[in-house]
């Protein structure tokens, strides 16, 4: 890949990049290395025209299991690396291939955020969907603020943000939050294949297919992106953030 990526792997085949998020040993949990990994992952792929459709997928027991709380405080200033987190939103709606999502085990915070930025998402029997921010004190990022609500309406978008509780897959392909639910056992395989059939087409109508759909709600997500940061940076130092990431340390 012209370089080595520590917590992201790369796999092309038959013009199918799979992007693995490769952390398994904690569950694959966001650290600053992953985002930076995979956006250097993505932007590779963006450029690379034997390259039709890519799928983001987990190692190990998990698609994303959220950020690595058990990670030392990030030096990083707040601002500047929320709005990092939020460059892979960009990066996967704005990739001219389509994104499909496989996701198994735990999508949790920022996890499920990531599945929200694929075109597509295909989920394995055993998958779990929550965004547990609000009950951390914490608040969404990856324009779920806007993205969710398109996708499982204002009223069900409020109810898995407030009340932060987990989602089987099942109840999520109800909601219209993933597209199809398979068998964990068959979940590369066919994530593998929707990709092949994308890869099959035309990659410039596939593109701007793509493109026009999202730029119907484009701007509104820009708005959402910037929100988030705002409201972020007012939750992170509070006294109930601490008190939770102190909860999680003494586990």
Same mark, same amino acid.
């Given at each position: /890949?012209?370089?080595?990526?520590?917590?992201?792997?790369?796999?092309?085949?038959?013009?199918?990049?799979?992007?693995?998020?490769?952390?398994?040993?904690?569950?694959?949990?966001?650290?600053?290395?992953?985002?930076?990994?995979?956006?250097?992952?993505?932007?590779?792929?963006?450029?690379?025209?034997?390259?039709?459709?890519?799928?983001?997928?987990?190692?190990?027991?998990?698609?994303?299991?959220?950020?690595?709380?058990?990670?030392? $405080?990030?030096?990083?200033?707040?601002?500047? &690396?929320?709005? &990092?987190?939020?460059?892979?939103?960009?990066?996967?709606?704005?990739?001219?291939? $389509?994104?499909?999502?496989?996701?198994?085990?735990?999508?949790?915070?920022?996890?499920?955020?990531?599945?929200?930025?694929?075109?597509?998402?295909?989920?394995?029997?055993?998958?779990?969907?929550?965004? $547990?921010?609000?009950?951390?004190?914490?608040?969404?990022?990856?324009?779920?603020?806007?993205?969710?609500?398109?996708?499982?309406? $204002? /009223?069900?978008?409020?109810?898995?943000? /407030?009340?932060?509780?987990?989602?089987?897959?099942?109840?999520?392909?109800? /909601?219209?939050?993933?597209?199809?639910?398979?068998?964990?056992?068959?979940?590369?395989?066919?994530?593998?294949?929707?990709?092949?059939?994308?890869?099959?087409?035309?990659?410039?109508?596939?593109?701007?297919?793509?493109?026009?759909?999202?730029?119907?709600?484009?701007?509104?997500?820009?708005?959402?992106?910037?929100?988030?940061?705002?409201?972020?940076?007012?939750?992170?130092?509070?006294?109930?953030?601490?008190?939770?990431?102190?909860?999680?340390?003494?586990?």
């Amino acid at each position: /890949m012209g370089r080595d990526f520590a917590t992201v792997d790369l796999d092309l085949d038959d013009r199918v990049a799979t992007v693995w998020l490769n952390r398994p040993h904690r569950l694959n949990a966001v650290t600053p290395e992953l985002v930076d990994d995979l956006l250097g992952v993505l932007g590779r792929v963006a450029g690379d025209g034997d390259v039709g459709a890519v799928v983001l997928a987990g190692r190990g027991r998990a698609f994303c299991s959220g950020h690595d709380l058990r990670q030392p $405080p990030p030096e990083q200033e707040s601002r500047a &690396r929320l709005e &990092r987190l939020q460059e892979v939103t960009r990066a996967l709606r704005s990739l001219p291939q $389509p994104v499909v999502g496989a996701v198994h085990g735990y999508a949790i915070g920022a996890g499920a955020e990531f599945a929200l930025g694929c075109d597509l998402v295909v989920a394995a029997d055993d998958a779990v969907f929550a965004f $547990p921010e609000v009950g951390l004190g914490l608040s969404v990022t990856g324009a779920a603020s806007r993205l969710l609500p398109l996708l499982v309406g $204002p /009223m069900k978008a409020k109810e898995l943000i /407030m009340l932060g509780e987990r989602i089987d897959a099942a109840t999520a392909h109800a /909601m219209g939050l993933v597209n199809t639910v398979v068998p964990a056992a068959d979940l590369a395989k066919h994530a593998h294949g929707v990709a092949r059939s994308l890869a099959e087409k035309p990659a410039s109508a596939l593109a701007l297919a793509k493109r026009a759909i999202d730029r119907g709600v484009d701007s509104s997500v820009e708005a959402a992106l910037e929100l988030e940061v705002s409201h972020a940076l007012i939750t992170e130092h509070t006294p109930e953030v601490a008190a939770s990431k102190q909860e999680f340390e003494n586990r």
